[in-house]
């Protein structure tokens, strides 16, 4: 096992797989956390709009991300937008939902207060409802990154374009059980890398000073 995986890093099979499913992570990822937080702050704040978006959210979370690769295909055909959309829908509804919750669990005394100060519109949200939220909206990313980057290794399996999926795809094809658990290793060794290093310290050091950690 730790011969294959030095054999697939000294050829650079290794090495390009990741740059590969990394760009694809950080653009799926990127635009479900823009299109996330949009849909999450509109069912916060328009209580009309909430009844009508929360089912439809939900419902849609439970949907398997893999689900959407069919519909993606035919939109967009064999490309790498196909891969995108399903990174991205795997992963923004859970962006939503946590969105939503931390909007949510602003004090309704901190929007009177910033309303009665003059705050309207985009410098009411700007400046005391997503600051407010922000511990919330932190937590939902390391969700949401979860999400994607399972989304974005099951279409990369079924999708034979590169990455880290092609990896595992063709060591499967080729019975070649120890590059199959090497590149297992390897995505698990990323997902703990982002998680831990990175969102898990950005979430930290918010909470920390929001005052919610010491």
């Known amino acids: 096992m730790g011969s294959e995986l030095l054999r697939a890093l000294r050829s ?14 950080v653009l799926g990822f990127g635009l479900s956390v823009v299109i996330g937080t949009l849909i999450g702050l509109a069912s916060a704040r328009v209580a009309w709009l909430r009844p009508l978006l929360r089912p ?3 419902g849609l979370q439970a949907l398997p991300s893999i689900c959407w690769l069919p519909l993606a295909l035919l939109w967009f055909g064999l490309s790498e937008t ?5 990174v991205a829908m795997g992963s923004v509804f859970a962006m939503a939902i946590a969105t939503e919750g931390a909007v949510l669990s602003v004090p309704p005394l901190y929007v009177r207060a910033a309303r009665t100060m003059g ?5 009411l949200y700007a400046r005391v409802i997503l600051p407010g939220a922000l511990p919330g909206i932190v937590t939902g990313l390391r969700l949401g990154w979860t999400f994607a980057w399972r989304s ?3 279409a990369e399996l079924l999708y034979v374009a590169g990455g880290l999926g092609q990896l595992l795809t063709m060591g499967r094809e080729l019975g070649d ?7 297992m ?7 703990l890398l982002f998680d831990r290093f990175l969102l898990g310290q950005i979430e930290r050091r918010v909470r920390t000073r929001w005052g919610q950690e010491t």
Request: net charge positive; glycine share 10%.
């Open 12 to 25: 650079g099979r290794l090495g390009w797989a990741i740059v590969i499913s990394l760009r694809r992570l």
């Open 56 to 58: 439809l959210i939900l």
């Open 82 to 86: 196909a891969i995108l959309f399903v």
């Open 119 to 123: 705050a309207r519109g985009f410098s």
């Open 152 to 154: 974005l290794m099951a």
């Open 177 to 183: 059980m120890a590059l199959v658990v090497a590149v």
């Open 185 to 191: 290793l390897v995505i698990i060794a990323l997902g």
